[in-house]
């Protein structure tokens, strides 16, 4: 990060920096807590097994295929605005959710909390890129990531302690709440600034972003097993109680408060060739143990990797800004994660296939997914061409 932006005071005074660190929190609170109880409410309560399960968590990847929308919403309200309206329909998604304890219900509430997911992921992702030059957007980025950490560390706490003293209804409800006060309090913040350079309002797809496009593809598909299958292997194979998911999301969330950082310092000293070349191996050999070694504590210790490992992907969007014309970030962001959700619309139905057969299947295909995607990232070029 540049001298001018080291100190803490400075993201304390920036105003978008503010405005983000709020909003994120609010969603963080609401994804977290949703996701938390999802495989056991619906393992425990409602009764789905491995196909419906992959079913749901495919439909909740649908809003995310059609964020492109999100180009033509910008024509009538700002990106600030379109995150405020996407957190509180993510909030009353969540507050629904232990309201419709059926397959048809989930779906639902599932694919509502979702849409304001994505919606503000794209959005925020696109406002960062915007605001901050080359060198501090990966620390933007990280720091983000790493609010969301202890956010999720926090909400994690809190369901370790008392998650299992109210029903799933009452623990989704008061989510749903806490995401929509949030929401509320943060109308009244005035984040934007005119020195911004005018995003296009149309759809950008340009061949010189075509690796952008495709690490995109292979990371959401690669993204969906580890969402997916790798919990409900704990859940469903080792019988993991909803204490023990919620003590693993801690750890995961402590050691990501550590490393994001040092991941935002490493892509500016190494650069994001070499980042994800780390990455894709090391994920490679992840899944492979996934798939091969049965036994609770490692399975349990391979999902603590996994997820740091999941923190480099900013590279491929750090990488784009260095690339991309600034007119265009914000409709190639759009861009960027429709293309992340084309395989992951279908993978996990593909995938609750595959685990009804032989729960191995799907993870041999994430480590294709990862070598393919090692290929690629061959690819990149390590200085800026115009």
């Known amino acids: 990060?540049?001298?001018?932006?080291?100190?803490?005071?400075?993201y304390r005074s920036n105003t978008m920096f503010r405005f983000l660190l709020f909003i994120t929190i609010a969603t963080a609170i609401g994804f977290q807590g949703w996701r938390t109880f999802f495989n056991n409410f619906a393992?425990?309560?409602?009764?789905?097994?491995?196909?419906?399960?992959?079913?749901?968590?495919?439909?909740?990847?649908?809003?995310?295929?059609?964020?492109?929308?999100?180009?033509?919403?910008?024509?009538?309200?700002?990106?600030?605005?379109?995150i405020l309206l996407a957190s509180a329909f993510m909030g009353i998604g969540i507050l629904f959710t232990g309201m419709f304890p059926?397959?048809?219900?989930l779906m639902g509430t599932t694919f509502l909390m979702s849409l304001g997911f994505h919606y503000f992921e794209t959005t925020t992702q696109s406002l960062v890129l915007q605001n901050y030059n080359r060198q501090d957007s990966p620390h933007i980025l990280a720091t983000l990531r790493s609010t969301v950490a202890v956010t999720n560390i926090i909400i994690g706490t809190f369901i370790f302690l008392f998650g299992e003293y109210s029903s799933f209804q009452t623990n989704y409800i008061l989510l749903g709440l806490a995401v929509l006060a949030m929401v509320s309090f943060a109308l009244f913040q005035k984040p934007t600034r005119s020195s911004l350079i005018p995003q296009q309002k149309r759809m950008v797809i340009k061949r010189k972003?075509?690796?952008?496009?495709?690490?995109?593809?292979?990371?959401?598909a690669?993204?969906?097993?580890?969402v997916v299958f790798s919990i409900l292997l704990l859940v469903e194979k080792y019988n993991v109680s909803i204490v023990n998911v919620s003590l693993l999301f801690i750890l995961n969330n402590v050691?990501?408060?550590?490393?994001?950082?040092?991941?935002?310092k490493a892509i500016n000293r190494f650069g994001e060739k070499k980042m994800l070349t780390f990455e894709y191996m090391s994920l490679a050999l992840i899944f492979l143990a996934y798939a091969t070694i049965e036994n609770v504590w490692v399975v349990a210790s391979l999902y603590v990797l996994d997820h740091i490992f999941f923190n480099f992907s900013i590279g491929i969007k750090t990488y784009f800004q260095k690339h991309a014309d600034p007119e265009d970030?914000?409709?190639?962001?759009?861009?960027?994660?429709?293309?992340?959700?084309i395989v992951a619309v279908i993978l996990p139905v593909i995938?609750?296939?595959?685990?009804?057969?032989?729960?191995?299947?799907?993870?041999?295909?994430?480590?294709?997914?990862?070598?393919?995607?090692?290929?690629?990232?061959?690819?990149?070029?390590?200085?800026?061409?115009?």
């Not at 050691?255 to 935002?264: G, H, K, T």
Request: net charge neutral; charged share 10%.
């Open 1 to 10: 990060m540049s001298n001018s932006t080291t100190a803490l005071s400075f």
């Open 43 to 82: 393992v425990d309560e409602v009764g789905l097994n491995g196909f419906y399960i992959g079913a749901i968590q495919s439909f909740r990847e649908v809003p995310g295929f059609l964020v492109f929308s999100v180009i033509f919403v910008l024509l009538f309200i700002g990106e600030v605005q379109l």
């Open 102 to 105: 059926t397959f048809i219900g």
């Open 209 to 220: 972003y075509w690796l952008f496009y495709v690490l995109n593809l292979l990371s959401g």
């Open 222 to 226: 690669r993204r969906q097993v580890f």
């Open 255 to 264: 050691i990501s408060i550590i490393v994001n950082p040092l991941i935002a």
């Open 329 to 341: 970030i914000a409709p190639s962001m759009a861009v960027g994660f429709t293309v992340n959700h």
């Open 351 to 386: 995938g609750g296939f595959l685990w009804l057969s032989n729960w191995h299947l799907p993870f041999y295909g994430a480590v294709m997914l990862c070598i393919i995607s090692l290929v690629f990232v061959q690819f990149m070029k390590p200085k800026e061409t115009k």
